[in-house]
């Protein structure tokens, strides 16, 4: 059988090119973007989101839940993330995702594992009214986990902050 992101692949790519559009419309240089995270850490919100909302973020990302069911989506996420992370010798691939939850929000456990089995994710509690520690916090975590490629990601959040989504990339080829 074709794997599961084969059902995702074709909204992926026309999600980018939506967003490539608007953004170039809004930007006279050059664009450099990863829709692939875009749209996987959105999708991974969808998992915490109740009533109308995950079909929202879903359709927004393009997805048509008749054609393509939530469970079918979030199974194509996992074997992409999957797929990306397999060793190659031309290239080194790392892709990941992580949340940063305010200190007031309190996850429900469901929510938490079917991220990680998901997503690959890791939910970290922040506290945000410390923003120079959280800054540090967040910071540090992608510096490892880029191998010290990425330094100093994130510049500023206010002080009103829920949440941090988080996705990080270091490619290497
Ligand atoms: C979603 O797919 C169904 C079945 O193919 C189709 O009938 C419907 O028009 C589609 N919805 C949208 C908004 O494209
Ligand atoms: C969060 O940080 C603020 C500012 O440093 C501090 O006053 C507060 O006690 C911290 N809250 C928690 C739950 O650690």
């Known amino acids: 059988p074709a794997p599961a ?6 909204t992926i790519t026309s999600f980018a090119l939506r967003l490539y559009k608007q953004l170039a419309a809004e930007t006279s240089g050059n664009i450099f973007f990863s829709p692939v995270s875009i749209a ?3 999708a991974l919100l ?3 989101a109740q009533a ?3 079909t929202q973020i879903l359709e927004g990302l393009g997805f048509n839940l008749t054609e393509t069911p939530e469970a079918d989506i979030h199974r194509g996420f996992q074997s ?10 031309k290239l080194e691939l790392k892709v990941g995702n ?11 456990q469901h929510f938490l594992d ?7 994710a890791f939910a970290f509690s922040a506290n945000f ?6 800054r540090r916090q967040i910071n540090e975590y992608v510096r490892k986990q880029t191998y010290g490629q990425v330094a100093d990601c994130l510049q500023e959040f206010t002080q009103d902050t829920l949440m941090i989504l988080l996705n990080y990339i270091f490619f290497k080829g």
């Not at 992409?80 to 010798?89: A, E, G, W, Y």
């Not at 992580?98 to 429900?108: E, N």
């Open 129 to 134: 009214t410390d923003s120079a520690t959280t």
């Open 46 to 48: 969808s998992l915490g």
């Open 98 to 108: 992580s949340l940063f939850l305010g200190k007031q929000l309190k996850p429900q």
């Open 80 to 89: 992409l993330i999957h797929t990306l992370d397999l060793p190659s010798p």
């Open 52 to 54: 109308d909302t995950p």
């Open 114 to 120: 079917i991220v990680r089995e998901l997503y690959g």
């Open 5 to 10: 992101y084969h059902k995702i692949t074709p």
């Open 40 to 42: 996987t850490s959105l």
